[in-house]
């Protein structure tokens, strides 16, 4: 199962719009797009997992691609990076 990092949504996406346009590739196992706490629109990025070559040819097709008047980024997600927080270090 590969996860997927979905960028630059508009904020009309819904769960519904993006599983159809992944499911062109395969079957989508699981999304969860990132909502704002209060207007509940969209906040421009969510994730999603598929099968590892159903992934690989979604991001390969999708990246770059135009969804509802955005050109969307489409990557697999790092994971190194999952539920870290970035400690940047300060020169002094």
């Known amino acids: 199962m590969k996860r997927?990092?979905?960028?630059?949504?508009p904020s009309s996406t819904t769960e519904e719009s993006l599983t159809a346009l992944f499911s062109q590739y395969g079957k989508v196992r699981s999304i969860e797009l990132v909502k704002d706490l209060f207007s509940g629109h969209c906040k421009g990025f969510g994730f999603l997992e598929m099968e590892g070559h159903e992934a690989r040819i979604a991001v390969s097709e999708l990246n770059g691609r135009s969804?509802?008047?955005n050109l969307i980024r489409v990557k697999f997600e790092d994971p190194r990076s999952r539920g870290k927080k970035s400690r940047r270090r300060q020169n002094k």
Do not use: A, P, T
């Open 4 to 9: 997927i990092f979905i960028g630059s949504l």
């Open 67 to 69: 969804f509802e008047g």
